[in-house]
């Protein structure tokens, strides 16, 4: 239920570096504007010299100057977290423009900050942080308005395709390793020094979809961060289930 409290709920309005889990935000922008008309699905969007971040999954060598569709774009910072790809739509909306999101989708503690491996913001501990509750009230919008058929955050339309695209995700080690082989889950990871994260839908087209969101700071330890992101997915979900089989007796 919407304004249920949640099933599992542990420091979940503490503040948390979000990694790449913050690109989510991105995305729901992008949607929000291509919604409201101004902006096309196949716009070209420039990437600048202050974009490119080496290593990045798609977009590591691209030029500076160079332009692709924003719908590449959004698939590559969700399906491959794509740095590149996430800072050209950062530098095209601009920061006030993606926290203004936040407003309509729930969220009062989350801010982006900063670029991605922006090394000289994070000396300057400029971090993009959000927190477990307000991860999951994005989350939750997108998927209420793909299951319902509503509009919320965005349009239904956009809020399945959102989530077909999070679906696509490739970083498959967290949440969904910890859940029943052949569950659907809609996710984006995130990774920093001391983070390891996972924000997540699943079975969003199923009898019983929820949200699970992961959030850690300051480990030591990463084998350790991911095995208990595991492990919680693997117990939440036998929650869920058990809750779902007594409601039908």
């Given at each position: 239920?919407?304004?249920?409290?949640?099933?599992?709920?542990?420091?979940?309005?503490?503040?948390?570096?979000?990694?790449?889990?913050?690109?989510?935000?991105?995305?729901?922008?992008?949607?929000?504007?291509?919604?409201?008309?101004?902006?096309?699905?196949?716009?070209?969007?420039?990437?600048?010299?202050?974009?490119?971040?080496?290593?990045?999954?798609?977009?590591?060598?691209?030029?500076?100057?160079?332009?692709?569709?924003?719908?590449?774009?959004?698939?590559?910072?969700?399906?491959?977290?794509?740095?590149?790809?996430?800072?050209?739509?950062?530098?095209?909306?601009?920061?006030?423009?993606?926290?203004?999101?936040?407003?309509?989708?729930?969220?009062?503690?989350?801010?982006?900050?900063?670029?991605?491996?922006?090394?000289?913001?994070?000396?300057?501990?400029?971090?993009?942080?959000?927190?477990?509750?307000?991860?999951?009230?994005?989350?939750?919008?997108?998927?209420?308005?793909?299951?319902?058929?509503?509009?919320?955050?965005?349009?239904?339309?956009?809020?399945?395709?959102?989530?077909?695209?999070?679906?696509?995700?490739?970083?498959?080690?967290?949440?969904?390793?910890?859940?029943?082989?052949?569950?659907?889950?809609a996710d984006k990871t995130g990774e920093l020094t001391g983070?390891?994260?996972?924000?997540?839908?699943?079975?969003?087209?199923?009898?019983?979809?929820y949200i699970l969101v992961v959030m850690t700071k300051e480990?030591?330890?990463?084998?350790?961060?991911?095995?208990?992101?595991?492990?919680?997915?693997?117990?939440?979900?036998?929650?869920?289930?058990?809750?779902?089989?007594?409601?039908?007796?």
């Amino acid at each position: 239920m919407a304004n249920a409290p949640p099933l599992v709920a542990y420091h979940d309005g503490d503040p948390f570096p979000t990694a790449s889990t913050i690109k989510v935000l991105i995305m729901v922008t992008a949607f929000r504007a291509i919604d409201d008309g101004t902006l096309r699905r196949d716009a070209p969007i420039v990437i600048s010299k202050a974009d490119l971040v080496g290593g990045s999954e798609r977009f590591g060598n691209a030029r500076s100057g160079a332009r692709y569709p924003l719908m590449t774009l959004i698939r590559a910072m969700i399906r491959q977290s794509d740095n590149t790809a996430a800072n050209a739509l950062i530098s095209h909306f601009g920061f006030a423009a993606i926290n203004a999101t936040c407003g309509p989708a729930g969220m009062t503690a989350t801010h982006l900050r900063r670029r991605f491996l922006d090394w000289a913001a994070m000396v300057r501990h400029n971090e993009n942080v959000s927190t477990a509750r307000d991860m999951g009230t994005l989350l939750y919008g997108i998927e209420r308005g793909a299951r319902e058929g509503i509009d919320t955050i965005a349009k239904a339309a956009s809020c399945n395709e959102m989530i077909e695209i999070m679906l696509g995700q490739e970083d498959r080690d967290k949440i969904p390793a910890g859940l029943p082989r052949g569950t659907q889950v809609a996710d984006k990871t995130g990774e920093l020094t001391g983070v390891r994260s996972d924000v997540a839908i699943v079975e969003p087209y199923g009898d019983t979809p929820y949200i699970l969101v992961v959030m850690t700071k300051e480990l030591y330890d990463y084998a350790a961060a991911v095995a208990a992101i595991r492990r919680i997915a693997h117990d939440v979900n036998r929650a869920v289930d058990s809750r779902y089989s007594l409601s039908r007796r």
